[in-house]
């Protein structure tokens, strides 16, 4: 295996897969769902020797592929992987076989939706794996497009609305980090390196401070966007809300990720001392947003919404584990993106399936469903305990680490960090007391079914990880710690030269830093 370019096998397979559906007869609608998940399955097999093969003591990248691409510009076709991007490939190439399965009582457009979906894996995954900055844009940019249409045609009521706002909020960011990109692909040029968008080239570019305060505003603008953290964090919502159930599913469990993978994999590392200077900023918009993403969810009357919101909490508690700079936060933030992208995963795809009986959302609409749907509400139960990190289920491992990286770097920090896990108690089992205990005095509520055989089959398995990571979570962890080592020694021993930088050249502006060159070593 180690001879074939599997990272590229397993980038591109969704899309040759999607390829293929156009040439199919759109009438053909269970060749072309059997087709989608096949294709999804496939590609799962084919990521899962990244993880036998993958060196836990070697935190590098590791299956890298390298190739000329635009030789005169110094762009490559550069992929690789680490500790820090491993889980997240899986997690995609797992959430897209149940998303695709969640999906199989769509009806409208059936074609178009599939390949659209497929398209989507195949930008995620080329995001999470390009080395090359220019590469890595294409695929960043390259997420909205399938994204703007399965909310734009198969959302909501008010799926346009949601999908343009989603469009111009994440457009907006990506066009600012690009004009970043471009002006450290300048500097790199002007300290006297060879022409470069490779990421591992630029992280040993060493910039004055004051030169990077600006480039990782560009960048930390775009990824936080992404997250989203508060208060950029509005399009969230809507796009959550009018989302098909998949569309929501992989929104939470991927597309929100790339928001902290970008800090980690590029912001961060890149301009170290920004980030000790943008540390306490950071931070206090974390709390922010972890109580106010609490108390927004306590107050709202739609199942969705509600889980919506607590999406903002929950990545507040991300990005304020990778704001502590130690390997206890950063570790915890890490492992709580895929706490995140399972538990609210599995909450979505449970939404939906309430709502494909009831049509409505509405809290006020159910009650007493646990007597009518018994193992419906047993699976309710056990993500949303996993979602407010009881022991013993994966959200508690994540948010200990973060609480403990937090102490280290802030007392009070912590404190306000543990107002937001009893907020989140509050909130959701508030809202699982008023759906499933209570009378069963709707008669709408009266004739439902519990979980179908293919309901079964795309929740059982969240449910599975959510133990697997809460109980052993030793599986996970150790694939990431030298990885996290390696970011850390990194982001610090560039810290210390930038400052060395500034002592020798002294303090100059981006503009000085674009005009003088020797002052950028």
């Known amino acids: ?90 997690l995609t190439t797992f959430l897209t076989i149940i998303c695709v399965l969640a999906s199989l009582n769509i009806e409208k457009n059936v074609r178009e939706y599939m390949f659209f979906f497929l398209l989507l894996e195949t930008g995620m995954l080329g995001a999470l794996l390009s080395l090359d900055l220019f590469l890595f844009y294409i695929f960043w940019e390259a997420m909205l497009i399938p994204m703007y249409f399965l909310i734009g045609v198969w959302g909501g009521a008010e799926r346009i609305y ?68 508060w208060p950029l964090h509005t399009w969230l919502p809507d796009a959550h809300t009018q989302a098909p159930t998949a569309g929501s599913v992989i929104l939470a469990g991927v597309l929100l990720k790339m928001g902290t993978y970008g800090f980690l994999r590029f912001a961060m590392p890149l301009f170290p001392n920004a980030v000790e200077w943008a540390t306490p900023f950071f931070m206090v918009l974390a709390l922010i947003g972890i109580i106010y993403g609490a108390l927004v969810a306590m107050v709202q009357t739609d199942v969705k919404k509600l889980v919506a919101y607590s999406s903002v909490s929950h990545l507040g508690y991300v990005m304020l584990g990778l704001f502590t700079m130690n390997a206890e936060g950063v570790t915890g933030g890490l492992y709580q993106s895929l706490n995140h992208g399972i538990s609210t995963g599995a909450l979505f795809l449970l939404v939906g399936v309430i709502y494909e009986r009831r049509h409505t959302r ?37 948010e200990f680490l973060i609480m403990l990286g937090t102490f280290m770097t802030s007392k009070t920090a912590a404190v306000f960090a543990a107002s937001g896990v009893i907020l989140s108690a509050a909130y959701m089992l508030w809202m699982v007391k008023r759906v499933f205990f209570g009378s069963l005095d709707n008669p709408d509520n009266q004739n439902l079914v519990d979980l179908s055989k293919l309901e079964w089959t795309y929740l059982l398995p969240m449910v599975v990880f959510a133990f697997w990571m809460g109980i052993v979570p030793g ?24 400052l060395q930088l500034e002592r020798d050249a002294g303090a100059t502006t981006l503009a000085g830093a674009l005009l003088l060159p020797e002052q950028v070593k």
Not at 16 to 29: C, D, Q, R, T
């Open 475 to 498: 599986t996970f962890l150790s694939k990431m710690d030298a990885s996290v080592e390696l970011w850390l020694n990194r982001a610090e021993a560039k810290k210390i030269a930038c």
């Open 162 to 229: 949601a999908a343009v706002k989603f469009f111009i909020y994440t457009m907006v960011g990506s066009l600012l980090m690009l004009v970043a990109i471009i002006t450290l692909y300048y500097l790199n040029i002007k300290a006297g390196n060879p022409a470069s968008f490779n990421i591992l080239d630029l992280y040993e570019l060493n910039l004055l401070p004051n030169v990077q305060y600006w480039l990782f505003a560009a960048f930390a603008l775009a990824f936080a966007i992404k997250v989203p953290m």
């Open 362 to 398: 509405a809290i006020a609409d159910f009650g007493g469903l646990a007597k009518q749907m018994p193992w419906y509400a047993t699976i309710f139960m056990v993500i949303t305990l996993s979602s407010i990190g009881l022991p013993g289920l994966n959200g508690f491992v994540g």
């Open 1 to 90: 295996m180690s001879e074939l370019p599997i990272l590229s096998i397993v980038t591109f397979l969704p899309v040759v897969g999607a390829l293929v559906l156009l040439l199919m007869p759109k009438g053909s609608l269970g060749a072309i769902r059997s087709w989608t998940l096949g294709v999804s399955v496939v590609n799962f097999v084919v990521s899962l020797p990244l993880l036998s093969g993958f060196d836990p003591t070697n935190g590098g990248m590791q299956f890298v592929e390298r190739a000329t691409w635009i030789e005169s510009l110094g762009v490559q076709y550069h992929m690789g992987l680490d500790g820090i991007s491993l889980w997240l490939v899986l």
